[in-house]
């Protein structure tokens, strides 16, 4: 290259595609990656499975629960079996301060009403009421195979986990969408967040009954008697549970190149997957500041209650991790060693779609295959709820993954006053650490399937790493 043209390359800002000057062995190891993370998206679409998958891979590698006994550094602590902390002890003081990657495990899904099934005798078949969770497009969910997922606590006492679907023998249930010929009034003269009625989404459950059978309300009577046989559960058991409709068909790779993966649930268990092989990435190596990885729940319907970001969940882990590390767990050391730490808060992005490029903004949008997407500040219209990243923070996370010769973008969610998104970013700032959004950017974000860049992917992972173990 010229000299002049150098100096000319050095005033802008650029951003290469990681194609442009990948190795072999690079594009190797981010195909190789997405494969493990598809295994984890088919074992972990719901809250409870996340959390199970995780504990079960902090275990492996020699995490013990919080208490744990002296002079262990690896800990995690799991409260309500829906959200979860992990910690690596470093070997400065935790009131020093603590790199933490925050990301939530919700995911927008159709949950069960707590009575739903019903016998509905115009149709001939029993169905089970819905009621959606997180924001979906409800035209997505209708004539599509799903599973049913949940966890019910029966009338004894007894606590049951239920998957119905996954498996290739076992049967998947469907919403039916209606047939286009009868769809003029219905569906076609309303605008699309109307068309499908939310009181409309009900399951067909089942649709025969025990043969000679002349019971009132035989069909609904039979489904009973089938879920009571696999599961001991009767009628009464489902209004306390927790039971949701998730796509029934795996995660998989995407594209002739298959250098994408389509796949549920990536917003979010995306960014908490590459925070968990972050985290895991260079053990034994001991870092400097103590690093954690915590996945929060409900953050797709506000982030509150126990388990959500606003939770005192994560306040109590940081005060558990200085008692474990022998050092004073006060309240006001907790708020110094909060205020001392640095937090990337782990959430998707929006990728631009070819179909609708007009919804971005070009010049500050992210892009397929161009690295992690850093987000200064998420929110909507004049940035109305974001935690706008300051600036000292946002240009040390960039300089350490440039250093590292991590590919990273910059991107907002989409034109101004287009809509808009929040993340748990400011929820963590409120705690006083410095935060910034960064993730993976996805294309369909909220649909049953999801599109990712295993690129991206990969970046996300290396980006976490070197934030975590030297940030
Ligand atoms: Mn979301
Ligand atoms: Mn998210």
Request: glycine share 8%; hydrophobic share 35%.
């Amino acid at each position: 290259m010229k000299q002049k043209e150098k100096k000319q390359n050095a005033l802008l800002y650029e951003r290469p595609n990681f194609y442009k000057d990948a190795q072999p062995e690079q594009i190797k190891a981010a195909m190789d990656y997405a494969e493990d993370y598809k295994a984890f998206l088919n074992s972990s679409k719901t809250v409870r499975e996340t959390i199970r998958f995780t504990e079960t891979l902090l275990k492996k590698n020699k995490f013990a629960a919080l208490p744990a006994k002296k002079g262990q550094k690896r800990v995690y602590g799991i409260f309500r079996n829906k959200t979860i902390a992990m910690a690596v002890i470093g070997e400065r003081p935790v009131s020093e301060g603590i790199n933490m990657v925050a990301a939530h495990i919700d995911a927008p899904r159709v949950d069960l009403k707590q009575n739903p099934l019903y016998e509905d005798a115009t149709s001939a078949t029993a169905c089970m009421r819905t009621h959606y969770y997180g924001g979906i497009k409800k035209y997505q969910w209708v004539s599509t195979p799903l599973a049913l997922h949940g966890f019910v606590v029966t009338k004894d006492g007894k606590y049951l986990d239920i998957s119905i679907g996954e498996k290739s023998d076992e049967p998947v249930f469907i919403i039916p969408d209606l047939l286009p010929h009868l769809a003029r009034k219905e569906q076609y003269s309303k605008n699309l967040s109307e068309a499908i009625d939310a009181s409309k989404m009900n399951l067909v459950f089942s649709s025969r009954f025990e043969a000679g059978s002349e019971e009132k309300e035989a069909l609904k009577v039979y489904a009973l008697q089938l879920l009571n046989q696999k599961y001991g559960i009767t009628e009464h058991d489902f209004i306390s549970a927790e039971l949701e409709l998730v796509p029934a068909i795996g995660a998989r790779d995407a594209g002739i190149d298959s250098s994408m993966v389509v796949g549920y649930g990536q917003d979010e268990r995306i960014c908490a997957y590459t925070a968990l092989t972050a985290l895991l990435k260079d053990l034994p190596r001991k870092p400097k500041r103590t690093m954690i990885v915590y996945f929060s729940d409900k953050e797709e319907v506000g982030s509150q209650g126990n388990t959500g970001a606003h939770s005192v969940f994560i306040q109590d882990f940081v005060a558990q991790v200085l008692a474990q590390n022998g050092e004073d767990c006060s309240s006001a050391n907790l708020r110094k060693c909060f205020m001392n730490s640095q937090i990337l808060s782990g959430d998707v992005t929006a990728a631009i779609d070819p179909n609708y490029p007009g919804v971005h903004e070009k010049q500050n949008a992210v892009v397929f295959n161009h690295g992690i997407g850093v987000s200064k500040f998420t929110g909507s219209g004049g940035k109305y709820g974001c935690n706008d990243a300051n600036p000292e923070f946002t240009a040390k996370v960039l300089k350490l993954f440039s250093d590292a010769r991590i590919q990273w973008q910059m991107g907002e969610l989409g034109k101004v006053d287009e809509g808009g998104g929040g993340t748990i970013a400011y929820i963590m700032a409120n705690l006083g650490a410095e935060v910034i959004d960064c993730g993976v950017a996805l294309m369909g974000m909220h649909s049953l399937y999801e599109l990712c860049s295993k690129a991206d992917l990969y970046c996300t992972y290396l980006a976490y790493s070197e934030f975590l173990y030297k940030g």
